[in-house]
């Protein structure tokens, strides 16, 4: 069983940065670098959105409203997921999730667009970015 927790969220304002963290427990020490990971957020009243996910062999593939923002990486000896935020803005104030697939064998390109392929996901952290 792998567990997901977001930290890192907070408030921030305009043209800031972040860094969210994920860490994985559970049987993830010899596993996790099989693992593909995804960031994602939901602001209320709007639906989740993909943001950013990286395949087992590193490919990233990010939507177009964060490319050139934001940045994916992950450390496998720590079982850890990033998610650097820079030049934040208003609109991405949300609650932001990171999600797991485990055993994963699908490219980063058709995972940006299947969100539904996570299997496990953390609780969330909240980003407030003020004007």
């Known amino acids: 069983q792998v567990e997901l927790v977001e930290s890192g969220g907070g408030s921030v304002q305009a043209g800031g940065s972040l860094r969210l963290s994920c860490a994985a427990s559970?049987?993830?020490?010899?596993?996790?670098?099989?693992?593909?990971m995804g960031w994602f957020r939901q602001a209320p009243g709007k639906e989740r959105e993909a943001l950013a996910v990286?395949?087992?062999?590193?490919?990233?593939s990010y939507t177009e409203s964060v490319k050139g923002r934001f940045t994916i990486s992950r450390d496998n000896a720590k079982t850890i997921l990033y998610l650097q935020m820079n030049s934040l803005k208003p609109e991405d104030t949300a609650m932001y999730y990171c999600?797991?697939?485990?055993?994963?064998?699908?490219?980063?390109?058709?995972?940006?667009?299947?969100?539904?392929?996570?299997?496990?996901w953390g609780p969330g952290t909240q980003v407030t970015v003020s004007s």
């Open positions: 559970g049987d993830t020490f010899s596993t996790f670098r099989n693992y593909c």
């Open positions: 999600a797991a697939k485990e055993n994963c064998f699908v490219s980063d390109l058709v995972l940006i667009r299947r969100s539904d392929l996570f299997r496990h």
């Open positions: 990286i395949d087992r062999g590193d490919g990233m």
